[in-house]
């Protein structure tokens, strides 16, 4: 007797209905068949192909039954991409072969919000081009979060990290929400920093305008191009600064660039970046200032060896096997 499988009878099912199932497959799907539940479910699947065909107008259709029926079936499941979209996408697809169905039966109050999220490792970047339009690009460590509802009435994302927007622009705002504050825009250029383990959350605007505001809606700030506000996650006090925008974007590029930069600032950036833990010995180094460029394809060893040439420092790596490498810099 063959061991029935709930995910393979949906495979199986998807493919008979949509004509894609060979003979070894009509024959597996025929042993699922013999057993009462699944030939009724099937039975309940066959009508709803032929209704949703038949179908001239959608006011016609039973919406809601329809999704409940689906629901049931597939709630906490995940729906796999095998060979062919067309076939192997979960039997729902068979709902949903008219796209003003999709869109209306997706529209209904029993509609589901479900949440995106895209995490990068530390030591990784990534890029993310949203439905509409809109560009990240996310650093190490970060996660980007958003609805499935995203870009029908909304714009809205979470943040937790390092992020670079190039945000389309629409009449419909386009909101980033930090720990203590959201970032708000119609289409523009921003950079914002805002690690749940930082004090503060860092907002630097390289073209177009921004507004900044508290959870309750309350403005903090509004920024023009090449301010940055710097919000500290405890007081919840802001402040405002011009700076050189290009240090803020460079690492979209694969680079950092700085210029006249701590040393403890810088290696807050290079821990995230190589996924390494980096000590510095005590205040004087953490004053050090540093110029110069950083390229990400280049490895670790020549960066702290570019230290060691360029300021009066001491630095002793070490390698931790199943666990983030050690760095220790301490004055020459």
């Not at 622009?169 to 119609?186: I, Q």
């Not at 250029?189 to 630097?204: L, P």
Request: with cysteine; aromatic share 10%; proline share 2%.
């Amino acid at each position: 007797m063959i061991e029935h499988n709930k995910d393979r009878f949906w495979e199986l099912a998807t493919l008979k209905i949509h004509n894609e199932a060979n003979a070894d497959e009509l024959s597996e799907l025929s042993s699922y068949l013999s057993d009462e539940k699944y030939a009724k479910i099937y039975t309940e699947i066959a009508h709803l192909r032929e209704d949703v065909k038949a179908t001239q107008k959608l006011s016609l259709v039973s919406q809601q039954n329809s999704w409940t029926h689906i629901t049931t079936h597939l709630q906490n499941k995940t729906i796999q991409l095998f060979r062919k979209v067309s076939g192997y996408a979960a039997v729902f697809v068979v709902a949903l072969l008219l796209g003003g169905l999709a869109v209306q039966m997706w529209s209904q109050k029993s509609y589901e919000e479900r949440f995106a999220e895209v995490k990068v490792p530390l030591g990784q970047m990534s890029e993310v081009t949203l439905c509409d339009g809109t560009h990240v690009w996310l650093n190490s460590g970060t996660t980007l979060k958003y609805s499935n509802a995203f870009g029908r009435n909304s714009r809205n994302v979470t943040l937790d990290g390092e992020a670079f927007f190039d945000v389309e622009k629409s009449d419909v705002p386009f909101r980033v929400k930090l720990k203590h504050s959201f970032v708000e825009v119609l289409g523009t250029q921003f950079n914002v920093i805002s690690y749940k383990h930082d004090s503060n959350s860092e907002i630097t605007l390289v073209e177009g305008s921004v507004n900044v505001n508290n959870l309750n809606g309350n403005n903090i700030a509004h920024l023009e191009p090449s301010q940055q506000l710097t919000i500290d996650d405890e007081s919840l006090k802001a402040k405002l600064r011009t700076v050189d925008t290009g240090f803020y974007v460079s690492w979209t590029e694969g680079k950092i660039v700085f210029h006249d930069e701590k040393l403890s600032e810088i290696c807050e950036r290079l821990e995230r970046w190589y996924n390494v833990d980096i000590t510095l010995e005590d205040k004087e180094v953490e004053e050090l200032n540093f110029s110069g460029t950083i390229l990400k394809d280049k490895p670790f060893s020549q960066i702290i060896t570019a230290f060691e040439l360029l300021l009066p420092v001491e630095i002793e790596f070490r390698h931790v096997s199943g666990a983030k490498d050690k760095v220790t810099i301490s004055k020459k």
